[in-house]
């Protein structure tokens, strides 16, 4: 498996859908953070955007997953950016195994 940051951005046009999706997305991330593909998620401070942290097999099945967020398919995510990222030290390197 690999671990990617999601970066989600947030833009002011998609605020009132943001809003509606919010429940759904949060359900969503709960269960695959219940699966254990979705390891971290939280809003920016700014509340600019997002980061998620998830294990996939690669970034296209990445993607796949991604489509299926609530936020995503309600126009609530205005831009978004994959890195595939390694944790060396803390809690998220165990899954570099």
Not at 8 to 24: L, M, N
Not at 30 to 51: I, N, T
């Amino acid at each position: 498996m690999t671990i990617f940051a999601v970066e989600y951005v947030y833009g002011p046009e998609a605020e009132a859908a943001r809003v509606e999706h919010r429940p759904k997305h949060r359900e969503w991330l709960a269960a695959q953070s219940e699966a254990e593909v979705m390891l971290a998620s939280g809003p920016y401070g700014d509340g600019a955007g997002a980061l998620l942290i998830f294990k996939a097999t690669d970034e296209p099945a990445l993607h796949e997953l991604l489509k299926q967020d609530p936020m995503s398919i309600g126009g609530g995510v205005t831009g978004l950016k994959i890195s595939e990222w390694k944790p060396v030290i803390g809690q998220l390197a165990k899954y570099m195994s």
